[in-house]
Nanobody, 122 residues
Framework: VQLQASGGGLVQAGGSLRLSCAASGRAFSSYVMGWFRQAPGKEREFVAAISWRGGSIYYADSVKGRFTISRDNNKNALYLQMNSLKPEDTAVYYC????????????????WGQGTQVTVSS
């Protein structure tokens, strides 16, 4: 599967952004999907993940209550609605796909998009 993330940008603290990840190739519904992010000088970290049909969802504690992950298998698309953004949310955001299991670990994901930059100003 090929993944392409989009929707990043510059937003003020307290604002919102919606990231999208378009998938092509093998059936999108056969993949668990995740969002990860990497800030400058830091390791890549888990943000959220959603199971094949959306029945199970995981969030990092740092984004719980502010971010919402969703997917539309008919459109081969993954989304991340980000509200109440904080400067510490500034990072490159990546979407990722794994055919096997819902996981917090980036090692579990086999396929990655190119990333989209999110910058939150204070």
């Amino acid at each position: 599967v090929q993944l392409q993330a989009s929707g990043g940008g510059l937003v003020q603290a307290g604002g919102s952004l919606r990231l999208s990840c378009a998938a092509s190739g093998r059936a999108f519904s056969s993949y668990v999907m995740g969002w990860f992010r990497q800030a400058p000088g830091k390791e890549r970290e888990f943000v959220a993940a959603i199971s094949w049909r959306g029945g199970s969802i995981y969030y990092a504690d740092s984004v719980k209550g502010r971010f919402t992950i969703s997917r539309d298998n008919n459109k081969n698309a993954l989304y991340l609605q980000m509200n109440s953004l904080k400067p510490e949310d500034t990072a490159v955001y990546y979407c990722a796909a794994d055919p096997n299991r819902l996981s917090y670990s980036d090692y579990a994901y086999d396929y990655w998009g190119q990333g989209t930059q999110v910058t939150v100003s204070s």
